[in-house]
C-alpha cells in the first residue's frame, strides 16, 4: 500500500523555523518527483514546492521562494521542508503529494500554525 | 504563471441531478508533443486530503465511479457529475501540471439542493 506520513508540524512564532518530514512507503521513491502543497484553514489548495527525483531541479511558489527549501534523501525514503522565517500567513496543513497527474498521491497532512 | 480560475465558487444540485464544474487556465496546458492536456481534478471531503479523480483533463482514476468525466482542452476544462450522489458532496479542485508552478484553481463547493 502507498504510504506518505507527514510529520513536523506545530505551533512556531512567527520569524521561526521548523523542519516538515514525510516518510514514504509501498513505492520506489527514487523513481517519484515529489511537491509540497499546502491549505490554510478554510482556504483553497496551494502548490508550494516541487523536487525531481534527483534534485537536480527544484520550483518554488513565489510566496515561499527564499524562505523555504525542499530536500530528498533516496536513500532513507523521505522528503523534507525546511522554513525559515515563518509568517502567519504560513499558517496551513502541509500535504506532502507524490508526482504530477496520473502518479498523484496525497499524504494526510501536517498542520504548521505561526502565532505568538 | 498560469492562474487557474473555476466556476462557480459553490454550486447546489439536487440527488441524481448533472453536476458541472467549470476551469479556466490563463494560458494553454495543451502539450503538442504528446497531445495532452496537464489538467487534473481533485474531490476534497472535510478533514480529508483532496483525491485525484482525473488526469489528462479527461482519462479517470482509477476506481473513480465511471459518473465523474473530465472535458476541455486547451484554456477552458469541465468536471461534470452525471448523476450526483450524496456521497459527492465535496469541494472540487483543478489544477494544472503544464510547467512550474504547479497552480490550483479556488476550488468549488458542491452541495445537495
Known amino acids: 500500500e502507498v504510504q506518505l506520513v507527514e510529520s513536523g508540524g506545530g505551533l512556531v512564532q512567527p520569524g521561526g523555523s521548523l523542519r516538515l518530514s514525510c516518510a514514504v512507503s509501498?513505492?520506489?521513491?527514487?523513481?517519484?518527483?515529489m511537491n509540497w502543497v499546502r491549505q490554510a484553514p478554510g482556504k483553497g489548495l496551494e502548490w508550494v514546492s516541487y523536487?525531481?527525483?534527483?534534485?537536480?531541479?527544484?520550483y518554488y511558489a513565489d510566496s515561499v521562494k527564499g524562505r523555504f527549501t525542499i530536500s530528498r534523501d533516496n536513500a532513507r525514503n523521505s522528503l523534507y521542508l525546511q522554513m525559515n522565517s515563518l509568517r502567519a500567513e504560513d499558517t496551513a496543513i502541509y500535504y506532502c503529494?507524490?508526482?504530477?497527474?496520473?502518479?498523484?498521491?496525497w499524504g494526510q497532512g501536517t498542520l504548521v500554525t505561526v502565532s505568538s | 504563471d498560469i492562474v487557474m480560475t473555476q466556476s462557480p465558487d459553490s454550486l447546489a444540485v439536487s440527488l441524481g441531478e448533472r453536476a458541472t464544474i467549470n476551469c479556466k487556465s490563463s494560458?494553454?496546458?495543451?502539450?503538442?508533443?504528446?497531445?495532452?492536456?496537464?489538467l487534473a481534478w481533485y474531490q476534497q471531503k472535510p478533514g480529508q486530503p483532496p483525491k485525484l479523480l482525473i488526469y489528462?483533463?479527461?482519462t479517470r482514476e482509477s476506481g473513480v465511479p465511471d459518473r465523474f468525466s473530465g472535458s476541455g482542452s486547451g484554456t477552458d476544462f469541465s468536471l461534470t457529475i452525471s448523476s450526483l450522489q450524496a456521497e459527492d458532496v465535496a469541494v472540487y479542485h483543478c489544477?494544472?501540471?503544464?510547467?512550474?508552478?504547479?497552480?490550483f484553481g479556488q476550488g468549488t463547493k458542491l452541495e445537495i439542493k
Open positions: 494560458q494553454s496546458v495543451f502539450h503538442s508533443s504528446n497531445n495532452k492536456n496537464y
Open positions: 503529494v507524490r508526482g504530477r497527474g496520473s502518479t498523484t498521491v
Open positions: 489528462w483533463a479527461s
Open positions: 509501498g513505492f520506489t521513491f527514487s523513481t517519484y518527483e
Open positions: 523536487i525531481t527525483t534527483s534534485s537536480s531541479t527544484i
Open positions: 489544477q494544472h501540471y503544464y510547467t512550474a508552478p504547479y497552480t
